[in-house]
């Protein structure tokens, strides 16, 4: 039986509560203070991002876009993570209005990459240039059940030669018990990721029509007994346009909240995908409750300025117009040259969903196209997995990260990760853009830092890999 939303820690009506109550209504002073308050780093609770979701004065919203930026350059600098989502499978048992992988989507081409399949993908991923990877998958695997996603993630490790590898899996697998979360966690992974979709429980309900997935509490734990099993690093996310942006915004909040009370470490990674038309999924081209692009602005730069220390995660749903406004409001990781079909990166034509994939594009730009157009905007691209391979994971990495220390360390790694990237796989456009952009960074670095960074990147161009501090 699916539990009522009273037996969970996200208080449906104390939030209801918060986005009607005068105690919230935006009065410029009060707007104001937290704005100010907020670049001390230390974050909004509930009822202070509850002020934010309901302002609408442009010269305020211009102001909280101003403040969340500095927040993401403090603590991150201008450095933005790279990574490719995998789908190894678009099997699934679920009845997700949304999704092109529903259940009784009959038109759908269902298939569950084999280990070979799964090298090949990998090493059309890694003749790209890319250094880590998302594994994706429905949940519904072949005859052999989870020990198929374990060895999944082996044939991710194992592919390529050399530092032409895959340096580090983040996992989006649906919910699975504390063993299962034991035996991933043993597979070095680095972020387990899993979306709520919507915390409005009601919602929750209508757009889950059948499968295990319709359990909301089942769903909304799962963080919890990752972090029991030993995963110390967690994404959580929303699919926004399912319901009412401010309610979620709140209660993710209250999620990331609940982690920090109970483990002492709050989630590693916020997604904010937009709900974007799908295959076979009607409801994914009307949504319940739409977003428009100037909220979804809006949404970025909240959840930078109440949740400054996590990474803010942005795909390709999102238009490059759109894309790029979102760098500048907080996104500090983003996928680029993405399928989401399983299958699609060595498929005969690529770039072009078909019938299997899970959702619409709406970037489909090459990585090196992505790169490129970062450099020229003054963003660091990165490929760096260095926390994760030096232990600086979990409460290590917060301890870093919320007074902004961790800066010193992303700054020289992104910089001798790009230099990789140009070095073995850029074009020429790209590599051009890419040299006079870390120019720019290095003259901008701290004096220690840049010195670091300069020494990782004559050990680079030297013709060493996979330099990190």
């Not at 350059?73 to 699934?92: E, H, K, M, Q």
């Not at 894309?323 to 690529?350: C, K, M, N, W």
């Not at 020429?428 to 990782?456: K, V």
Request: proline letters at 5%; a negative charge.
């Amino acid at each position: 039986m699916t539990l009522t939303t009273t037996q969970t820690f996200i208080d449906h009506q104390r939030i209801e509560a918060l986005l009607r109550s005068p105690a919230t209504t935006p009065d410029p002073g009060r707007v104001g203070e937290l704005l100010d308050r907020a670049m001390d780093l230390k974050g909004l609770t509930t009822e202070e991002a509850a002020v934010l979701t309901r302002v609408t004065d442009p010269e305020a919203i211009g102001r909280m876009y101003e403040v969340a930026r500095t927040i993401k350059d403090t603590i991150y600098g201008r450095r933005l993570v790279i990574f490719a989502p995998l789908y190894i499978s678009n099997i699934c048992q679920n009845e997700c209005l949304y999704c092109g992988f529903r259940a009784s989507n009959r038109d759908l081409d269902r298939r569950a990459l084999d280990a070979p399949e799964i090298t090949q993908q990998v090493q059309a991923l890694i003749d790209q240039g890319h250094k880590r990877v998302l594994l994706v998958a429905g949940e519904g695997y072949p005859e052999d059940g989870f020990d198929y996603v374990l060895r999944a993630v082996r044939a991710v490790y194992a592919a390529g030669e050399g530092a032409a590898n895959i340096r580090r899996v983040n996992v989006n697998v649906a919910p699975l018990t504390i063993e299962e979360f034991r035996r991933l966690a043993g597979e070095a992974i680095g972020t387990y990721q899993l979306f709520q979709e919507t915390y409005h429980h009601p919602t929750y309900l209508e757009v889950h029509a059948g499968g295990r997935k319709r359990d909301y509490a089942w769903r909304l734990e799962a963080m919890d007994r990752a972090m029991e099993a030993g995963i110390d690093d967690v994404g959580i996310g929303v699919l926004f346009g399912l319901a009412d942006w401010r309610f979620e915004i709140l209660a993710m909040l209250e999620h990331a909240q609940h982690l920090e009370t109970q483990f002492g470490v709050g989630p590693h990674t916020i997604s904010v995908p937009r709900l974007e038309p799908a295959p076979g999924a009607p409801l994914a081209t009307d949504p319940p409750q739409p977003v428009s692009d100037d909220e979804f602005k809006r949404i970025v730069a909240i959840l930078r300025i109440a949740v400054p220390y996590t990474g803010i995660i942005l795909s390709t749903r999102e238009s490059i117009a759109m894309r790029r406004a979102a760098f500048d409001l907080g996104v500090s990781q983003i996928s680029a040259g993405s399928r989401t079909e399983p299958g699609g990166y060595a498929a005969a034509h690529p770039g072009h969903e078909r019938e299997s994939c899970q959702f619409a594009l709406g970037d489909h730009r090459s990585l090196d196209e992505v790169i490129g157009d970062c450099a020229r905007l003054g963003y660091i691209p990165s490929f760096c997995t260095a926390c994760y391979r030096l232990g600086r994971t979990g409460a290590d990495f917060m301890d870093l990260a919320k007074p902004g220390a961790i800066k010193s360390h992303c700054d020289p790694n992104a910089l001798a990760t790009f230099m990789e990237y140009l070095l073995d796989y850029a074009s020429e456009d790209t590599q051009r853009a890419g040299r006079q952009c870390i120019d720019r960074a290095l003259a901008d670095l701290p004096t220690a830092a840049a010195s670091r960074a300069r020494q990782m990147l004559a050990e680079v161009q030297a013709g060493r890999r996979d330099v990190f501090c």
